[in-house]
Nanobody, 123 residues
Framework: QVQLVESGGGLVQAGGSLRLSCAAS????????MGWYRQAPGNQRELVTA???????NYADSVKGRFTISRDNAKNTVYLQMISLKPEDTALYYC?????????????????WGQGTLVTVSS
């Protein structure tokens, strides 16, 4: 079993900042890609940003220059630093991890999701 635990969401005024964290735990052999999706009410879940194990990143156009993803491989943790937040950034933010896990059969590949953390940006 692998779990992702998120933290750092909350209420912030437009122009403010927040930092999200997502820590993976369990029978982890290694983690390849990690990243963040978000889902606003009435909208589909969208990819916000992703980072490879080697540190290569990509961002949705809507967050470029404002959001920064980083990770600590030793801690199996991914972070999302968000600045200059806008009301349209309001959403439930989910982290994910492309994990290689150990089990009785050896190694398996899993895409694991966090429970979501709410970010609300007031105007």
């Amino acid at each position: 079993q692998v779990q992702l635990v998120e933290s750092g969401g909350g209420l912030v005024q437009a122009g403010g900042s927040l930092r999200l964290s997502c820590a993976a735990s369990g029978s982890i052999f290694s983690i390849n890609g990690m990243g963040w999706y978000r889902q606003a009410p009435g909208n589909q879940r969208e990819l916000v940003t992703a980072i490879t194990r080697g540190g290569s990143t990509n961002y949705a156009d809507s967050v470029k220059g404002r959001f920064t993803i980083s990770r600590d491989n030793a801690k199996n943790t991914v972070y999302l630093q968000m600045i200059s937040l806008k009301p349209e950034d309001t959403a439930l933010y989910y982290c994910y991890a492309d994990a290689v896990v150990t089990n009785r059969m050896g190694l398996s590949y899993l895409k694991v999701w966090g429970q979501g953390t709410l970010v609300t940006v007031s105007s």
